[in-house]
């Protein structure tokens, strides 16, 4: 294969990043982009970084050099999104390099840029995205836990409706709680176009939060803007009928994508693999009330998932009349399909069972882990000394899981200090 050719650094890099939970299998295309993005030089340092949060001092340890080189060459990949820098307690800063989705893939083509060729890139996404189905598959399709979930349109819901979602479940309150909020342009409408199939929804709406979005914002990739602009954009992607389709966490999620059914990753992964549940739902569910529908199909036309569809009203005196369907196994409970209905003939309501959402982005990383069968690659980064806070941290995320979880993770880890842990903690 052409991949066999490619030069050590990038074979290395494309092992390091499959070592995040979510993986990105090691194709031709995936060497072409990384390619793109990287310099030779870079990628072998990249490679060697370690998967948690690290310090530029720790960085030169890796790479045997003093910390202003180290600094140096971490500071120009943070200017190009490749990492995120963020600012710690100390106020110094703390460098994180994102998987690729969502993450560096995206902030690629957050803004318009003249340093790469971005019409290129997108062609190389679109293929290893879009054509070949191992890299989508490993990132929305494995595992139960997901990357993210889907926030319900919050105009529809009813009184009683709404003192059931908490806070969590808003994307109001995302924006409301968080401390940088970030624009860039939306990824996938932007590759979209430069391979002729963007669609005509807004493109400068996709949101970051908190660290993500002050890191971004610091190097260009996204504009700051307030609060009150951040509702305004939430309005206007309501109004677009696009789906907000956020981190999969409760708290400091770092980003919301506002998307439509043709572009997005997301939804495109949720028509592909729906009864595998790519993407976390709402706790809602439309219910159709047969006697207001008129057969229009607008609930069918704006469905992202094609969950909503038309059939036969089986009406005998009217026989080209038809009724709008839900498929509830694979509807995700966003809304849009009530917010166009003209008879008002679609509510929300709550689904039988509560959709769980992971407490924050450790406990979604280790559930994820833990899910694919690298667990060890999280632990055990050898790349670089493993801090006994983090370690605690992941422990502290095993050791509260159900019983199943408990014992993938004692059987994937082969350790008998961590069964011996586990066999401590008594099941509730």
Not at 30 to 56: N, W, Y
Not at 152 to 163: F, G, I, R, T
Request: a positive charge; aromatic letters at 6%.
């Amino acid at each position: 294969m052409a991949h066999h050719t490619i030069k050590s650094g990038y074979r290395e890099l494309a092992e390091r990043l499959n070592r995040f939970p979510q993986g990105a299998p090691p194709t031709e295309l995936l060497f072409r982009i990384l390619e793109m993005l990287f310099g030779e030089r870079e990628a072998e340092l990249v490679a060697q970084i370690p998967i948690k949060p690290f310090t530029a001092r720790q960085a030169a340890t890796i790479w045997k050099t003093n910390e202003a080189n180290a600094r140096n060459v971490l500071d120009a990949l943070a200017s190009r999104a490749i990492l995120l820098d963020m600012e710690n307690p100390n106020g110094g800063m703390t460098y994180v390099l994102p998987p690729p989705m969502a993450g560096f893939f995206e902030f690629s083509m957050m803004r318009v840029r003249g340093d790469i060729d971005q019409k290129a890139l997108a062609e190389l996404f679109y293929q290893y995205l879009n054509g070949e189905e191992e890299f989508i598959r490993a990132l929305f399709a494995n595992g139960e836990t997901q990357l993210g979930r889907v926030f319900v349109h919050e105009p529809l819901l009813s009184a009683d409706n709404a003192l059931r979602v908490l806070d969590y479940e808003r994307a109001t309150n995302v924006i409301e709680t968080a401390t940088a909020i970030g624009i860039g342009v939306c990824y996938c409408r932007h590759k979209m176009q430069h391979v002729g199939r963007d669609c005509a929804a807004p493109k400068d709406i996709c949101m970051t939060f908190n660290g993500t979005a002050a890191s971004l914002i610091r190097h260009g990739y996204a504009r700051a803007v307030d609060k009150s602009e951040g509702m305004d954009l939430l309005a206007q992607a309501y109004a677009n009928n696009l789906v907000q389709f956020g981190e999969n966490v409760r708290a400091s999620v770092n980003f919301i994508c506002n998307c439509c059914g043709c572009c997005c990753e997301a939804m495109i992964a949720a028509r592909k693999f729906g009864m595998l549940n790519p993407v976390h739902t709402t706790n809602f569910l439309p219910r159709v009330e047969l006697d207001q529908c008129n057969g229009c199909g607008k609930c069918a036309n704006v469905c992202p998932v094609e969950a909503m569809t038309l059939v036969s009203a089986n009406d005998p005196h009217h026989r080209a009349k038809h009724k709008a369907k839900l498929d509830a196994t694979i509807c995700l409970g966003c809304g849009v399909c009530a917010r166009v209905c003209p008879t008002r003939g679609i509510a929300l309501e709550s689904r039988a069972t509560r959709v769980i959402t992971p407490v924050n982005s450790t406990a979604r990383i280790v559930m994820m882990a833990i899910e694919r069968g690298n667990l060890q690659d999280l632990i055990f980064d050898n790349r670089a000394q493993f801090s006994h806070r983090a370690l605690a941290a992941i422990l502290g995320v095993i050791l509260r899981a159900p019983p199943v979880k408990r014992a993938l993770a004692s059987q994937q880890m082969k350790s008998r200090y961590l069964e011996t842990i586990l066999a401590r903690v008594p099941v509730a």
